[in-house]
């Protein structure tokens, strides 16, 4: 947590804009320096306050989220779900040590819900890391979802591709064949694929084959006529031109899974 509290807290510097700002940061970067039951008490009462910054109620939501206190998961869903990723990133890592059931199901609500594809970049990579019984066919959703042509949430559909590979569920082959014919996904997907014991071919004139190696399966899975494979695609933490909306605020709904903002 050491390197990410002190990413966090130096990020939320750079955000007060008074004096009374900068007390009350310091009052909760004392708060996490003692770590006592009767501080994290003043945390949790701080994710309810009234007129309290984001940025304080972020500070004290991670505090507690890493410590594993489950009064933080409302607040860490609600910055999970928000339009700016450098929130949506802290609160992914949070809930991933967390160890609240609950995260794994809002995560998949996230990441399938196609109005906030936008979005889906962090719960996508938290569904990767929880390995909850809801990650694989969330992922595969999402990445079924979004394998258009010239989809401009590739990004997503990348991160889904990885974390299928990481994942290991020989369920995920079907679509991890069909995103070979993505370029920007191809050598990701093909490397997922050999993950899973499946190797594709990639041909400059025809779509991916699987190799004979790869058993009757895999080879229904092939689909046909599919384009071509080549190109890569790196991880990218900030959005392409065209990924996704300015952003924007509306009203919480739930946990703030569906809610924008």
């Known amino acids: 947590m050491e390197e990410e509290f002190h990413e966090l807290t130096d990020r939320v510097r750079a955000e007060l804009r008074s004096p009374q700002d900068l007390v009350a940061y310091e009052r909760l970067l004392?708060?996490?320096?003692?770590n006592t039951p009767a501080g994290r008490e003043e945390?949790?009462?701080?994710?309810v306050a009234v007129e309290r910054p984001l940025w304080a109620r972020e500070i004290a939501a991670f505090i507690l989220g890493c410590a594993g206190d489950k009064r933080a998961f409302e607040t860490l869903v609600l910055l999970l779900n928000y339009r700016e990723p450098v929130r949506c990133a802290t609160a992914a890592h949070a809930l991933g040590r967390l160890g609240d059931p609950r995260t794994a199901r809002a995560a998949a609500a996230l990441a399938t819900n196609p109005l906030r594809t936008a979005y889906a970049?962090?719960?996508?990579?938290?569904?990767?890391?929880?390995r909850a019984p809801q990650s694989v066919p969330a992922l595969i959703a999402t990445l079924e979802r979004l394998l258009t042509p010239h989809n401009p949430y590739w990004?997503?559909?990348?991160?889904c591709v990885e974390g299928l590979g990481a994942l290991g569920d020989r369920r995920a082959v079907p679509s991890l064949t069909a995103a070979v014919g993505h370029p920007r996904l191809a050598a990701a997907a093909a490397a997922s694929l050999a993950r899973l014991?499946?190797?594709?071919?990639?041909?400059?004139?025809?779509?991916?084959?699987?190799?004979?190696?790869?058993?009757?399966?895999?080879?229904?899975?092939?689909?046909?006529?599919?384009?071509?494979?080549?190109?890569?695609?790196?991880?990218?933490q900030g959005p392409e031109r065209g990924e996704g909306p300015g952003g924007g605020s509306g009203s919480d709904s739930g946990s703030g899974v569906s809610g924008r903002r």
């Open 197 to 236: 014991g499946v190797h594709e071919e990639v041909g400059a004139d025809a779509g991916p084959q699987v190799s004979a190696d790869a058993g009757p399966q895999a080879k229904e899975a092939a689909p046909d006529g599919a384009g071509d494979g080549r190109g890569g695609g790196g991880r990218g």
């Open 43 to 47: 945390l949790a009462r701080m994710l």
């Open 121 to 130: 970049l962090h719960p996508v990579r938290l569904l990767a890391e929880l």
């Open 155 to 159: 990004r997503v559909a990348l991160a």
């Open 30 to 34: 004392g708060l996490a320096r003692k």
